[in-house]
């Protein structure tokens, strides 16, 4: 069981990145998904979140109006877009996969985590 985070990378402010977080050894279309980040010297704080079906999301009032999750189950897949990034944004981004959408923005409840991909805006 493994979740892959990638499209982490060195961007000036106000540009965009895509992230993605693919799944393997085992279908998580069913388990609700999110995005995590931690900056150094920094507690790991949410990020966004999606329901299973992908019909409800959630997001930190920080990303609110620049980030966009969104998923494809058919590819196992999530994804964070990213706009208007800001220097405040550079983190390790995580992805993790849990069963429900009951405190979803509470790290300590996901089941399953991805390595992370450093994402570092300049300003």
């Known amino acids: 069981v493994q979740l892959q985070a990638s499209g982490g990378g060195l961007v000036q402010a106000g540009d965009s990145l895509r992230l993605s977080c693919a799944a393997s050894?085992?279908?998580?279309?069913?388990?609700?998904k999110g995005w995590f980040r931690q900056a150094p010297g920094k507690e790991r704080e949410f990020v966004a979140a999606?329901?299973?079906?992908?019909?409800?999301?959630y997001y930190a009032d920080s990303v609110k109006g620049r980030f966009a999750i969104s998923r494809d189950n058919a590819k196992n897949t999530l994804y964070l877009q990213m706009n208007s990034l800001k220097p405040e944004d550079t983190a390790v981004y995580y992805c993790?996969?849990?069963?429900?959408?009951?405190?979803?923005?509470?790290?300590?409840?996901?089941?399953?985590w991805g390595q992370g991909t450093l994402v570092t805006v300049s300003s």
């Open positions: 993790a996969a849990k069963k429900t959408w009951a405190y979803i923005n509470s790290s300590t409840l996901y089941d399953y």
């Open positions: 050894g085992r279908t998580f279309s069913t388990y609700c």
């Open positions: 999606i329901s299973w079906r992908g019909s409800s999301t």
